[in-house]
């Protein structure tokens, strides 16, 4: 079973920028997509960003495309999110994810339920206005 550690996080007035990184161990990292999804107070958790297994595909939520750089090193067995021009509303604790199966895409992991298998513990992001 894989495990996942979020890192990373942490408080970032507005306009700022952070950089999260999720060490996984246990199955084979570079044969999962990986994404990035977050959840916010009394909301469900909603996706983020998805990328394939070699990291030449990658997918956004339209909320974060533009601010966002999900990428990956699978000689280091970790994904990263890259955040810039923080807003208020993007306040959150972030989850890294691993695709349900090695046939999951980085797309499927932002439109289709049930496409996660594992989860990381989540780390807080707080962005002060």
């Known amino acids: 079973q894989v495990q996942l550690v979020e890192s990373g996080g942490g408080l970032v007035q507005a306009g700022g920028s952070l950089r999260l990184s999720c060490a996984a161990s246990?199955?084979?990292?570079?044969?999962?997509?990986m994404g990035w999804f977050r959840q916010a107070p009394g909301k469900e958790r909603e996706f983020v960003a998805a990328?394939?297994?070699?990291?030449?595909?990658?997918y956004y939520a339209d909320s974060v495309k533009g601010r966002f750089t999900i990428s990956r090193d699978n000689a280091k067995n970790t994904v990263y999110l890259q955040m810039n021009s923080l807003k208020p509303e993007d306040t959150a604790v972030y989850y890294c994810?691993?695709?349900?199966?090695?046939?999951?895409?980085?797309?499927?992991?932002?439109?289709?339920?049930?496409?996660?298998?594992?989860w990381g513990q989540g780390t807080q992001v707080t962005v002060s206005s």
């Open positions: 994810a691993q695709a349900t199966t090695r046939t999951t895409g980085a797309q499927a992991m932002g439109v289709m339920p049930f496409s996660v298998g594992s």
């Open positions: 990328i394939s297994r070699t990291g030449g595909s990658t």
């Open positions: 246990g199955r084979t990292f570079s044969t999962y997509a």
